[in-house]
């Protein structure tokens, strides 16, 4: 089993930067892959980013493409979101998952990011 605690959400500016942690107990953090998904307030939880468990493969939604970027550690077994040029829109409880993409089993707690105008 997994335990998975994200860290990094705050409030920030409409094009500024924040990057999410997601600390993960286990020692076998590095054989799943890993995701991050977000829910806004009164939606349904949808898919951010994913990476594989080798960080070979990467996956983005098209919303955050090219705004959003995810990598691991496997040594400090954890996993990152890099986000860039943030917009309101982005406002949301961001969720780290671990499991076999795009299965995720076991969940984080949230994290949330908001973004003013």
């Known amino acids: 089993q997994v335990q998975l605690v994200e860290s990094g959400g705050g409030l920030v500016q409409a094009g500024g930067s924040l990057r999410l942690s997601c600390a993960a107990s286990g020692r076998t953090f590095s054989s799943y892959d890993m995701g991050w998904f977000r829910q806004a307030l009164g939606k349904e939880r949808k898919f951010v980013s994913a990476?594989?468990?080798?960080?070979?493969?990467?996956y983005y939604a098209d919303s955050v493409k090219g705004r959003f970027t995810i990598s691991r550690d496997n040594a400090k077994n954890t996993v990152y979101l890099q986000m860039n040029s943030l917009k309101p829109e982005d406002t949301a409880v961001y969720y780290c998952a671990a499991g076999p993409y795009p299965q995720f089993e076991y969940w984080g707690q949230g994290t949330l990011v908001t973004v003013s105008e």
């Open positions: 990476i594989t468990w080798s960080g070979g493969s990467t």
